[in-house]
């Protein structure tokens, strides 16, 4: 079956009018995975926030309880002692000076970069090459730390990082369309609270103006929101 074909297929079981909630959400994410390969769950949401407005962004960490699914390559960079700490709890890449060459030559085959604060003098100064990318080190979301091995231990497990974009909307992947629905449930239940956790006080009017669980190949499927937050007290 062709893309066109397959993405046809899957649409025809969304009704665009309904908003679902979120156990139907998740099964018809599941029902709607046609590709060959393990699909990428995602969740957006549109917040009413301003991000032009530092007191509006709204940022932060989550540990999903059964991870994403993806295997996340961690490069550490640190000196002395730290090396060793980071090599032991999983970290893919652990090193200074070779890294910081590789990387201003143009490599970032990573998805997290972990930095201890004594070495951010110098990682900082790559500011222009990790920031575009999101890879810049920050204390925020735990990425600065001198807790080498428990950051390591939970980002391997299914930790993710999440800012909104200057759209105000937060686009996240929550699991693989393999999971299995109940697990797919707790990963979206647990980034939701975590959002609505970090509801910014500067934020006026209504906050969640709307959320939609997709898969990488298949339509969105919008969530009833009040039925899904209702769920979360």
Not at 51 to 60: L, N, Y
Not at 104 to 116: C, H, I, R, S, Y
Request: proline share 3%.
């Amino acid at each position: 079956m062709n893309k066109g074909k397959r993405y046809s297929k899957a649409s025809s079981m969304v009704d665009v009018g309904k908003d679902y909630a979120l156990d139907e959400a998740v099964e018809l994410i599941k029902k709607t995975a046609g590709a060959k390969f393990d699909e990428s769950v995602e969740i957006s949401m549109n917040l009413g926030v301003d991000p032009r407005h530092a007191d509006q962004v709204v940022r932060g960490t989550v540990s999903l309880p059964h991870g994403t699914g993806k295997d996340v390559r961690v490069l550490v960079l640190t000196k002395g002692d730290k090396e060793a700490e980071a090599k032991e709890s999983g970290a893919d890449f652990v090193g200074f000076d070779e890294y910081i060459k590789k990387i201003q030559g143009g490599w970032f085959d990573f998805d997290v970069l972990v930095a201890t604060p004594d070495v951010m003098g110098e990682v900082g100064k790559l500011g222009r090459a990790l920031g575009p990318r999101g890879l810049m080190p920050n204390p925020k979301s735990g990425t600065v730390t001198m807790d080498v091995s428990k950051t390591v231990k939970e980002l391997k497990a299914g930790k993710i990082e999440f800012r909104v974009d200057k759209y105000g909307i937060l686009h996240v992947a929550v699991g693989r369309a393999s999971f299995e629905s109940a697990q797919l449930k707790e990963n979206v239940v647990a980034f939701l609270r975590t959002v609505m956790r970090l509801k910014p006080s500067a934020s006026k009017g209504l906050y969640v103006k709307g959320v939609v669980l997709s898969n990488t190949m298949g339509p969105g499927i919008r969530l009833d929101k009040a039925a899904v937050l209702a769920e979360l007290r």
